[in-house]
């Protein structure tokens, strides 16, 4: 079982920028393809992109292409968001996530997750 927990988020006003991160332990991390999703206040959770265990191979979702980037560093187990000229839109619980199954591109389903970090950006 791989336990995972974001940090990183706060508030930042529209245009700037935040780094979440994602630290991992338990299950070979560097095995697993990632994810980033996030949850706005009333709202179903949305996959903001995800990233191959090699970190070659990356998907994001059309709302955030060109703004954000999933990196991850394998030796340090952890998993990053790095978030550009945010949106107030882009305000939400982040959280990351493993692909349940090894070696699966692009992955199909998540499990476990991260216990979320906030991310509000002001007008």
């Known amino acids: 079982q791989v336990l995972l927990a974001e940090s990183g988020g706060g508030l930042v006003q529209a245009g700037g920028s935040l780094r979440l991160s994602c630290a991992a332990s338990?299950?070979?991390?560097?095995?697993?393809?990632m994810g980033w999703f996030r949850q706005a206040p009333g709202k179903e959770r949305d996959i903001v992109g995800h990233?191959?265990?090699?970190?070659?191979?990356?998907y994001y979702a059309n709302s955030v292409k060109g703004r954000f980037t999933i990196a991850r560093d394998n030796a340090k187990n952890t998993l990053y968001l790095q978030m550009n000229s945010l949106k107030p839109e882009d305000t939400a619980i982040y959280y990351c996530?493993?692909?349940?199954?090894?070696?699966?591109?692009?992955?199909?389903?998540?499990?476990?997750w991260g216990q979320g970090t906030q991310v509000t950006v002001s007008s």
């Open positions: 990233i191959s265990w090699s970190g070659g191979r990356t």
């Open positions: 996530a493993a692909a349940r199954r090894l070696g699966e591109w692009p992955p199909l389903d998540f499990g476990p």
């Open positions: 338990g299950r070979t991390f560097s095995s697993y393809a």
